[in-house]
C-alpha cells in the first residue's frame, strides 16, 4: 500500500474574510477526499518581515527557516493566488523572496531553490472580478517555473467570488467544485509520477 501523498496548500493572503483562504480549505477538503495527506498553511501564523538582506545577513528568521524546511518537505503545493493590481500579493512574492534565498552559512540550506526544486505546483486564484484573479497567475506561474518548479497546465480562477461561497464556505456552483477538483487531481497524478 503506498503511503498518502503529501500536499501543502496556502493562500497569499492573511485578510480573515479572504476568497483565497476560502479557495484554499475547499482545495484542501477536496484533497482530503482523496487521500491525501494535506498541510494546510496559514502566512498568518509565521512572523516574516518584509526581506531585506541587510535584516538577512544578521540571521535567517527562524519562522523562515521553519517554512523552507515544510515547502522542502512537500512534493505538491496548490497556491491560492489574489490578484492585487494585475498581479500576485506582495505577501506571496515574500514568502517566495524569502525562502529562497541560499543560507550561506547552513551547508544544507546553501542551495536557495532546495524548497522549490522539482515541486509540482497547481495554481488557483479567486477575484470579486470576471476575470477570478487570472492576470495574478499569469505573472506567478513564471516565478515559480524560475524557482525550477513544475507547474500544473490545469488552473483555475473563480470569478464573481464574493457569490461564489455560501455561509459556510463552500461553493455554490458545482461547476466550480469540479473546476478545483480537477486541478488537485492533476497535481496528485503529476507528483505521484514524478516520484515514481
Keep these: 500500500m503506498n503511503a498518502p501523498q503529501k500536499l501543502l496548500i496556502f493562500a497569499g493572503s492573511t485578510r480573515q474574510n479572504s476568497y483565497n483562504r476560502k479557495l484554499a ?7 482530503r477526499a482523496r487521500g491525501a495527506e494535506v498541510t494546510h498553511l496559514e502566512l498568518a501564523d509565521f512572523d516574516i518581515p518584509m526581506y531585506n538582506a541587510d535584516l538577512e545577513a544578521q540571521g535567517t528568521p ?6 523552507k ?3 522542502y518537505e512537500h512534493p505538491a ?3 491560492c493566488s489574489p490578484e492585487y493590481n494585475g498581479s500576485y500579493t506582495a505577501l506571496l512574492k515574500n514568502t517566495v523572496d524569502w525562502v529562497s534565498s541560499p543560507v550561506k552559512s547552513d551547508p544544507a540550506w546553501h542551495d536557495g531553490f ?4 522539482g515541486k509540482v505546483v497547481g495554481v488557483l486564484s479567486a477575484s470579486p472580478g470576471a476575470l477570478g484573479g487570472l492576470r495574478s497567475q499569469s505573472h506567478l506561474v513564471p516565478l515559480l517555473l524560475n524557482a525550477q518548479c513544475w507547474v500544473a497546465p490545469k488552473a483555475f480562477a473563480l470569478g464573481r467570488a464574493g457569490d461564489a461561497f455560501d455561509a459556510e464556505g463552500q461553493l455554490v456552483h458545482e461547476a466550480s467544485l469540479q473546476n478545483v477538483q480537477a ?8 507528483s505521484q509520477r514524478l516520484a515514481a
Design 25 to 31: 480549505h475547499v482545495a484542501a477538503a477536496l484533497a
Design 77 to 79: 503545493w496548490i497556491i
Design 114 to 117: 532546495k524548497s522549490f526544486t
Design 62 to 67: 527562524p519562522d523562515v527557516m521553519k517554512l
Design 183 to 190: 486541478v488537485v487531481d492533476q497535481v496528485l497524478f503529476a
Design 69 to 71: 524546511q515544510i515547502m
